[in-house]
């Protein structure tokens, strides 16, 4: 891909930018001239406009529950009114709980509307309430949903960390012992990855659906990357070892940003891989396989 799509004067929204990924999402994208609405929970999500206020550009902030349809609709029709358009929305907003197969069920349906409820029911109501004006306005637009790479949650079964042969990055790196390795989950976070994993299913339904319209739709599914979060594992208080092993959040943004210029021709229906161990850049694009008849699909994208 050779020709780079400018972001400068789109406007998006990203969810869950108080901190974290979210807001490194959002300060990367501002940093291209992009106009930025944010939605967290966190109240401090109201220091995001100061935060951005040096690129220039327009910023709304949003507190709010993305599993709360009235604050959806609060914050797509808001920033559709103030900023004119809709183009980019990055669905990164997610919490993480733990929870198995032995939980009792009072634990269990708890588990579920908060987990499931953020990190599946919060994309899938603002795909829903986004994808509308997208298509109303003709001009394509861009969808990241952000998974995680547990166990399989990357999806395809092509496509699972670490040994996929076909992986350029599949060598370990100066400075890293031992071969690229996917993070956590298993057996205590269960509901958390079978909603990651759940996200394939909006991936390449909504990328097959909105293609006609130059809708991109893609995904991110990342191993552990320097985050709140993160650190709220480790009860904050990481070893030195386990710190250095992270990704950086800047690195998985700037990837955010190389994806979002490739453009209208650009790649859709993947969700990409970023695992501790290798470099946090873009692979080059596979085929459509999953979206397309096969004997289309294997000419490539
Ligand atoms: N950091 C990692 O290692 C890692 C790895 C794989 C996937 N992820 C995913 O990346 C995304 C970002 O995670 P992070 O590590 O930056 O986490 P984080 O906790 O640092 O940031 C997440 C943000 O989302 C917000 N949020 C949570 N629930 C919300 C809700 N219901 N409504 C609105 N906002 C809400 C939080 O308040 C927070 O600001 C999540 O979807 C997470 O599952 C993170």
């Known amino acids: 891909m ?9 406007n998006a929204i990203v969810t869950g930018a108080a901190v974290g990924l979210g807001n490194a999402y959002a300060a990367a994208l501002a940093g291209e001239g992009v106009n930025i609405a944010v939605i967290d929970i966190r109240e401090d999500v109201a220091k995001v406009p100061s935060q951005l206020a040096r690129h220039g550009v327009k910023v709304l902030a949003f507190h709010g529950d993305v599993a709360n349809p009235a604050d959806v609709r609060r914050v797509v029709d808001t920033t559709q009114s103030v900023f004119g358009s809709i183009d980019i929305l990055i669905n990164n907003a997610g919490i993480w709980g733990a929870s198995g197969a032995e939980d009792d069920l009072d634990k269990s349906l708890a588990d579920y509307e908060k987990i499931v409820g953020t990190n599946m029911k919060g994309e899938y109501l603002f795909g829903r309430a986004v994808i509308p004006i997208m298509i109303a306005q003709g001009k394509g637009g861009e969808i990241v949903n952000v998974a995680t ?7 395809t079964p ?7 042969a076909t992986c350029p990055w599949n060598k370990p790196n100066p400075g890293f012992q031992g071969p690229p390795r996917p993070t956590g989950g298993g057996e205590m976070m ?3 990855d079978a909603g990651k994993w759940g996200l394939n299913g909006f991936l390449f339904a909504w990328a097959k ?3 006609p319209h130059n809708i991109r739709v893609n995904g991110f599914c990342m191993g552990a990357t320097d985050s709140y979060m993160l650190r709220s594992f480790h009860n904050f ?16 943004a700037q990837a955010l940003i190389d994806l979002l210029k490739e453009g209208p021709q650009g ?3 993947e969700n990409m891989n970023f695992c501790v161990g290798r470099p946090v850049k873009l692979e080059p694009p596979r085929s459509l396989k999953y979206i397309l008849p096969e004997s289309v699909a294997t000419t490539g994208a």
């Open 190 to 192: 269960d509901l958390y």
């Open 209 to 211: 659906a909105l293609r």
């Open 158 to 164: 092509h496509n699972v960390c670490p040994n996929l």
């Open 237 to 252: 208080n990481p070893s030195k070892e386990e710190e250095a092993s992270w990704m950086r959040a800047e690195d998985n």
């Open 2 to 10: 050779t020709t780079k799509t400018s972001l400068k004067g789109k």
């Open 149 to 155: 790479d547990h166990h399989v949650t990357c999806g």
């Open 267 to 269: 790649r859709t229906a």
